[in-house]
């Protein structure tokens, strides 16, 4: 029963790191290749733009991870234009993802 039972905890541990990997790059390829706004819609482009201010600010004045998030979902979250609110709503749940798949390893490891 405890080999099961290890087995099926390495798979979720796989399925977590594929998926916030996965979402992570999704992510950072938005970023780059500037696809979150339209060339052509400026609103989007001021309000991406204060966005990205914003988590340099939190990723400059934190270290660690959580607090980094913390000041995100604290500080970053008041968008005015919906395409920006959306991108930014797809950013915390990947955060989200990405810790929980931290604390779940963080658990199984004191577990064994």
């Known amino acids: 029963m ?8 390495l798979i979720s541990i796989a399925l977590f790191t594929v998926n916030a990997s ?10 780059t290749n500037g696809t979150v706004c339209q060339q052509t819609d400026t609103a989007c482009q001021n309000a991406l733009g204060t966005l990205y ?14 607090a980094i998030v913390s000041c995100v979902k604290t500080n970053c979250s008041n968008n ?8 930014y709503n797809k950013i915390i749940a990947c955060f989200d993802s990405v810790l929980l798949f931290s604390v779940i390893f963080i658990f199984i490891a004191l577990l064994f």
Do not use: G, H, W, Y
Request: with cysteine; net charge neutral; glycine share 0%.
């Open 80 to 87: 005015s234009n919906a395409t920006v609110q959306a991108f």
């Open 2 to 9: 405890r080999k099961i039972t290890s087995v099926l905890i």
């Open 53 to 66: 201010t914003c988590f340099a600010s939190c990723a400059t004045n934190n270290t660690a991870d959580s």
């Open 22 to 31: 996965k979402c992570e790059d999704d992510l950072k390829a938005q970023m």
